[in-house]
């Protein structure tokens, strides 16, 4: 994708005029914010603009200096600006690949938080089983970027892990990496309780939800149906001793959430409407998506939860993610969380390479 000198050059003049707008003495503390949000996200972009351009300059000009226009010029200096030039012409298309990357169009929900879905699916206590070993996966992914990760809520199986588990990721980039997860995930492997050592396939479903802000879904309290009721279950000596378990229902959508895991009535109805808003705004953007890309399917795969999208055999200690056809021997380590980035960095570089592909196609 060939990037103009004329579009560089706007970048480069938009990010200085934003700069300087930030100086202004009479410059509203509001503005300011808008501001500085613009600023922080056309640097990059500038940054890899100017580079491309240096790189340009200087090609143009060891050009010049090699082709001999200059009656004077020394044979050694022309020799080693054709050496140079060769150099810069390696190092460009990284260059102007990097900008064409900046430059594709954002995902809005890409900055936000994530509310994480598991559940356990065909497989009976071994698909619970699995999806623990998936809630820990995340756990140790989120712990090596740096992020937090915060239980909503937990419905455990007798024999271990989850029926159900849900988290709210919070930190830098999180639904842009996390957002490849959504969709089964399969597990071969001999279960404990197996004594004849027969290979089992089990599956959990794993939903990725960006969160949205409160201004960004707009609940009506005559839209929502909430009941109150006492807890039951795993939970420790407060269930069945208070009326603190909530269910709401959304009616226009149907969705209904149920919270129990807090004491407080009050802290139930507040997770409850947190993974409420995150499905209703999910559901938005998957509307607006449709609508905008048609039935176009992206490379990394639609994000249809119906999908497999990846398969973790122990037996022979691979992992297969099927969007990509990349398989990776080094199940143990993926599922200890850090190893999980080269999967996902696949993806994402996958995705990058598919949506540039389509800008080549439309330029």
Do not use: C
Not at 33 to 57: D, F, G, N, W
Not at 164 to 183: D, H, I, P, Q, R
Not at 214 to 232: F, G, H, P, T, W
Request: aromatic share 4%; glycine share 6%.
């Amino acid at each position: 994708m060939h990037i103009s000198a004329e579009r560089i050059a706007q970048i480069e003049a938009r990010r200085d005029e934003v700069q300087a707008s930030m100086t202004r003495a009479d410059l509203a503390p509001e503005e300011f914010v808008r501001l500085s949000k613009e600023y922080a996200e056309i640097e990059p972009v500038a940054k890899a603009a100017h580079e491309v351009r240096r790189l340009r300059q200087e090609l143009s000009a060891l050009e010049y200096m090699a082709g001999g226009e200059d009656a004077d010029s020394d044979p050694l200096m022309r020799e080693m600006a054709q050496e140079e030039m060769q150099l810069i012409k390696s190092r460009l298309p990284d260059a102007e690949r990097a900008l064409a990357l900046q430059l594709l169009p954002k995902d809005a929900a890409d900055a936000r938080p994530a509310m994480l879905e598991i559940r356990a699916g065909t497989g009976g206590d071994e698909a619970a089983l699995f999806a623990g070993d998936l809630f820990r996966m995340y756990q140790r992914y989120a712990d090596a970027q740096g992020w937090k990760m915060e239980l909503i809520s937990a419905n455990a199986s007798e024999v271990g892990g989850y029926k159900e588990v849900v988290a709210s990721v919070t930190g830098t980039g999180v639904f842009a990496k996390l957002k490849f997860e959504s969709g089964v995930h399969r597990v071969q492997r001999v279960p404990v309780t197996e004594s004849g050592g027969r290979i089992h396939t089990s599956a959990a479903t794993v939903a990725v939800l960006p969160e949205p802000e409160e201004v960004d879904v707009q609940i009506a309290d005559s839209d929502l149906k909430i009941d109150i009721y006492r807890a039951s279950g795993a939970g420790g000596q407060h269930v069945n001793t208070t009326d603190s378990a909530v269910r709401i229902t959304h009616l226009p959508s149907g969705i209904v959430v149920t919270q129990q895991d807090e004491r407080s009535q009050h802290k139930n109805k507040a997770k409850a409407m947190q993974v409420l808003r995150a499905r209703l705004y999910e559901m938005e953007r998957e509307r607006a998506q449709s609508e905008q890309a048609g039935a176009r399917k992206a490379m990394v795969g639609s994000g249809d939860r119906s999908e497999r999208i990846r398969t973790y055999n122990f037996p022979q200690g691979r992992v297969t993610d099927h969007r990509i056809n990349l398989t990776l021997h080094r199940l143990p380590e993926i599922l200890e969380g850090p190893g999980l980035s080269e999967v996902i960095d696949a993806l994402v570089a996958e995705d990058e390479a598919a949506r540039l592909a389509q800008l080549d196609g439309v330029a």
